[in-house]
């Protein structure tokens, strides 16, 4: 399963077309899972491992270079692969999931949710399927009218 802000977003403009949820609550609920789920550059700061200073010149070597915060922390050897991947284990263990604020908040039940997943997915990959088969159908006109 896809497990990305795009989708969480994506999922809950599919709960307010089907009634679930209000736009109010979906910004309210993603407003709420970004205060929760604390970012990486937070949680170095938060666990001290990392002073505000490191962090600022690892963001500006992020934006100069044009590379992502990992790179840049472990470029400028202020941590190294093994203490990023511990502290991102750390903050997945902690994430909350999108489904789950809404079982938590009783908008939503698990078993509703679980069907409206289901739902959702099998939409999306309809669609994929449909875009490959007119992709396909693209191509062949495209290469029929070469001839």
Do not use: C, P, W
């Not at 970004?34 to 990486?40: G, P």
Request: charged share 30%; proline share 0%.
């Amino acid at each position: 399963m896809m497990d990305s802000v795009f989708y969480h977003v994506h999922f809950g403009q599919f709960l307010v077309s089907r009634g679930f949820l209000t736009s109010d609550m979906l910004e309210g609920i993603l407003r709420l899972q970004t205060e929760i789920n604390v970012a990486f550059d937070l949680s170095v700061l938060q666990h001290e491992v990392l002073g505000s200073e490191k962090i600022k010149l690892a963001v500006d070597y992020q934006k100069t270079n044009g590379v992502s915060l990992h790179e840049a922390l472990i470029a400028l050897n202020l941590l190294d692969k093994d203490t990023i991947a511990e502290i991102e284990e750390r903050l997945q263990e902690n994430d909350v999931k999108f489904g789950e604020l809404l079982v938590k908040k009783g908008i939503i039940n698990e078993g509703e949710i679980k069907v409206l997943l289901e739902e959702y997915e099998t939409g999306i990959k309809h669609k994929r399927f449909l875009n490959e088969v007119n992709l396909a159908l693209f191509r062949k006109d495209v290469h029929s009218q070469r001839r």
